[in-house]
């Protein structure tokens, strides 16, 4: 099962308050606690909030390692010292849904969705969730909102391909999936699902896809996604 779904995100203090993606840099654990000084520019933050955002970035080194049930205590940690860490939240929807509780994670992700309108994560980790659990139409309405965010996000788009071919539609499996393949050339899952979807339809470009499917595959390039955290796109 072809999925994908975002990295967790770390907070790094600096001049300005701001929030950056923690996407494909892998932050030890010793660099996670040593960024741990106040974000704000105007004020400096009290120790509650510096110790929320210290352990956000601990369980943030934790998610890299895969122990998602220490991750989990560290989002907690930084939660009770500042309830309103908006990541923190969305971080700990992330690690509760790769540690196997995901009704627990929807509803912090449902909060976290609520505290950072805009983001398409919270969103992102629904639509898997939804697609494991929930009728499709669920799964698509949580995919369709992360591509309002960003149209030619590849994950995205390749979920919802996904979802479109679960239904048997395949006109609008094709539409999605051809721009997955777009917006990530060497993206092995958009290449399969797009030659999955043009199979069904005798499209002429069909053969063609599954054949760029299996060199995709063979290269040792290739993007692919699956169910693993740090390895299903961004």
Do not use: C
């Not at 929320?52 to 890299?64: C, P, T, W």
């Not at 009770?80 to 509780?101: H, K, P, T, V």
């Not at 999936?177 to 043009?198: H, I, K, S, V």
Request: aromatic share 8%; net charge negative.
């Amino acid at each position: 099962d072809w999925t994908a779904a975002p990295a967790a995100l770390i907070t790094i203090p600096m001049s300005q308050a701001r929030l950056l993606f923690f996407v494909a840099l892998l932050v030890g654990l010793a660099a996670a606690i040593a960024f741990t000084k106040p974000m704000h520019a105007q004020a400096t933050p009290d120790a509650a909030r510096e110790e929320a955002y210290r352990a956000n970035n601990i369980g943030v080194a934790y998610l890299e390692q895969y122990n998602f049930a220490e991750a989990t205590a560290a989002f907690r940690r930084a939660l009770q010292a500042d309830s309103g860490l908006a990541i923190a939240r969305l971080n700990l929807g992330i690690a509760l849904f790769y540690g196997g509780d995901p009704k627990a994670a929807r509803l912090e992700l449902e909060a976290a969705r609520t505290a950072l309108p805009g983001r398409a994560e919270p969103d992102y980790v629904l639509g898997l969730i939804a697609r494991a659990e929930d009728p499709v139409d669920d799964a698509m309405a949580a995919s369709g909102r992360v591509r309002a965010f960003d149209p030619a996000d590849a994950g995205a788009a390749a979920n919802l391909g996904q979802l479109h071919l679960q239904q048997r539609g395949y006109p609008k499996a094709i539409e999605v999936l051809r721009a997955a393949a777009a917006a990530e050339p060497y993206n092995a899952t958009a290449a399969y699902g797009l030659a999955t979807a043009l199979t069904p339809s005798n499209d002429a470009d069909a053969r063609a896809a599954m054949d760029r499917f299996q060199a995709l595959r063979a290269s040792g390039y290739a993007i692919t996604y699956s169910q693993a955290y740090l390895e299903q796109g961004r």
